[in-house]
């Protein structure tokens, strides 16, 4: 018998099968035109089947993106000693292969950046000026699409004020807990795919996003993939590959709107597998709440179309603070089921095939 071992860089990562153009997301991936009539009820009814859409005529200049892309390209080939005087990753810093603290790895290295109301966080400092100029005024487009997207949100599900939402991770008042996080995938090493040739390593493991929503950019290097299911009851679900592309953004379901919205939306499973070419490059925007804010089903959807002598629907979960959901989210694996400890009954099954 052959035993094929996996290269000494790639050991502790897992291989999943690699990629197939038969993976990708056909005609159906769904798309979201910010700037046109209607867009508040595409983007309820992405997030409601898919938990995530693609946006595009999102407003945000190239300039913007590619400045910070090119910072976070030039950070990531500067010496491995320079890189490390950042990290480790505490949660903040630069962090390479391991994610989190819980013993999960990826074939990537990563800059985790807090932020701190509408710019970086002076806690957790930036490798240069020049990244931390890019950064926050990347962060300040970010910050105008999620407003727009959650206002839109709450407009299309009928919620008013139309901030309700919105104003939980990019209000004013409160400190609202947001991150920035670059990520670099170098391609797959050689030796593995002459080893074999039908496997690619775990980029960044399969997750939900704990937070409201995550915002993602990426080059043009394929990678990143999102779980379909057609019995999520049974736990069947198929990956698909969402096509890169740099001119538009990604909208991200996290598991605290799905709680918000008492599961009609809901946070997606996704993952990234290491191209086997080229080196991907992606931007992630989390958008999360105050520590103290409230992590429950909106009010006005549980009593929405409850008639006179009838009862209001009650929520799916156990209510909990955003505070105390990252405390449980950061001694979690990144692939565990975090909302299922806070579940009162299975949650309703999407099936986005239908
Ligand atoms: C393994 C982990 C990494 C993570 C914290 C966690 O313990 C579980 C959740 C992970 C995640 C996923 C979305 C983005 C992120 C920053 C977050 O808030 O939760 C990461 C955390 C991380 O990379 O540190
Ligand atoms: O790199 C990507 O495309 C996705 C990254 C991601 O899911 C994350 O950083 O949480």
């Known amino acids: 018998m052959v035993v094929l071992a996996k290269p000494a860089a790639l050991e502790q990562i897992s291989l999943v099968r690699s990629p197939s153009v038969e993976d990708n997301f056909g005609a159906g991936l769904p798309v979201v035109d910010l700037a046109a009539d209607g867009a508040a009820g595409e983007v309820v009814r992405a997030c409601e089947r898919f938990g995530f859409f693609k946006v595009v005529s999102h407003g945000v200049g190239e300039g913007v993106v590619g400045r910070l892309e090119a910072e976070a390209v030039r950070f990531f080939a500067s010496p491995q000693a320079a890189k490390d005087a950042h990290g480790p990753a505490s949660p903040f810093g630069y962090g390479s292969k391991r994610i989190g603290r819980n013993g999960d790895m990826g074939w990537l290295e990563y800059l985790l950046l807090a932020i701190d109301g509408a710019s970086l966080s002076r806690s957790s400092p ?162 999360g709440p105050p520590l103290e804010q409230r992590i429950a089903p909106l009010r006005q959807l549980l009593v929405a179309g409850v008639g006179d002598g009838e009862e209001e629907e009650q929520s799916r979960y156990e209510e909990f603070t955003w505070g105390e959901y990252k405390k449980a989210a950061y001694l979690s694996r990144l692939g565990d089921n975090r909302l299922a400890p806070f579940h009162r009954q299975p949650p309703p099954v999407a099936n986005p095939l239908a």
């Open 126 to 287: 930036a490798p240069s000026s020049s990244l931390r100029d890019a950064a926050n005024e990347y962060v300040g487009a970010m910050r105008g699409m999620a407003r727009t997207v959650l206002e839109m949100v709450a407009e299309g599900l009928g919620v008013a004020p139309r901030g309700a939402l919105a104003d939980m991770v990019v209000g004013d008042g409160a400190a609202s807990d947001q991150i920035l996080r670059l990520n670099h995938y170098p391609p797959c090493p050689p030796l593995l795919q002459n080893l074999m040739p039908n496997c690619s390593p775990t980029g960044f493991g399969e997750h939900t996003d704990p937070q409201l929503i995550s915002i993602l950019h990426s080059n043009s290097t394929s990678g990143l993939q999102v779980a379909l299911h057609h019995d999520a009851d049974a736990g069947d679900h198929q990956w698909v590959t969402v096509p890169p592309d740099p001119a538009s953004f990604l909208v991200i379901v996290g598991d605290s709107l799905q709680v918000m919205t008492n599961g009609r939306m809901r946070s997606v499973r996704h993952r990234v597998v290491a191209n086997k070419l080229k080196s991907r490059v992606s931007m992630i925007y989390f958008g």
